[in-house]
């Protein structure tokens, strides 16, 4: 099975703040990784599919990029809405495994 | 519109049983994969198990193999997960989800397994 890990596990940043969030592969795993954002009580969204692509109706200060085994999730100014827990996932092969999360929190 | 709409949980002893359902509309569901995620409190994602638009493709997670069975029924646009023996931490909201090529767009509201004596 693949293995995903992410980093870091928590961060804490402010409005404005340009953010960064890793997602590794433990095998190659080409371009098919998607992420999310999960609110309290609520379903994950999708954010960006296929490492890069954004979702329809996703703002534009996320990005996605990577390949291979390394990706990474960026939102360029964080806004008050962006504070939750962000997942990615690899749809390489089944099982899809889905890394441990990232939570962003106000700072 | 699409709507995914999970029913079935609750509260269940250990070594129990309880099946899951998700009633499916606002697309064609014979011609969608499908899968459960499940969430235990204060945790993380886990994808449980696959199923494929026909039914003949199915997959689990090893920490439900042996113990969950997914099943549809495409002329009643809905999906099914029997959980058998259920443990402790098989407590999560579990999530119907519809999966594409993208991932997965579309959620269900997720329904609460509570698994305790």
């Known amino acids: 099975d693949i293995q995903l890990t992410q980093s870091p596990s928590f961060l804490s940043a402010s409005v404005g703040d340009r953010v960064t969030i890793t997602c590794r592969a433990s095998?190659?795993?080409?371009?098919?990784l998607a992420w999310y954002q999960q609110k309290p009580g609520k379903a994950p969204k999708l954010l960006i599919y296929?490492?890069?692509t954004l979702q329809s109706g996703v703002p534009s200060r996320f990005s996605g990029s990577g390949s291979g085994t390394e990706f990474t999730l960026t939102i360029s100014s964080l806004q008050p809405e962006d504070f939750a827990t962000y997942y990615c996932?690899?749809?390489?092969?089944?099982?899809?495994?889905f890394g441990p999360g990232t939570k962003v929190d106000i700072k | 519109e699409v709507q995914l709409v999970e029913s079935g949980g609750g509260l269940v002893q250990p070594g129990g049983s309880l099946r899951l359902s998700c009633a499916a509309s606002?697309?064609?569901?014979?011609?969608?994969?499908m899968n459960w995620v499940r969430q235990a409190p204060g945790k993380g994602l886990e994808w449980v198990s696959y199923?494929?638009?026909?039914?003949?493709?199915?997959y689990y997670a090893d920490s439900v193999k042996g113990r969950f069975t997914i099943s549809r029924d495409n002329a009643k646009n809905s999906l099914y997960l029997q959980m058998n023996s259920l443990r402790a931490e098989d407590t999560a909201v579990y999530y119907c989800a519809r999966v594409g090529v993208a991932g997965i767009v579309y959620w269900g509201q997720g329904t609460l397994v509570t698994v305790s004596s």
């Open positions: 199923i494929s638009s026909s039914g003949s493709t199915i």
């Open positions: 996932q690899q749809l390489n092969s089944y099982p899809f495994t």
């Open positions: 095998q190659g795993i080409s371009s098919y």
């Open positions: 606002g697309f064609t569901f014979s011609s969608y994969e």
């Open positions: 296929a490492a890069s």
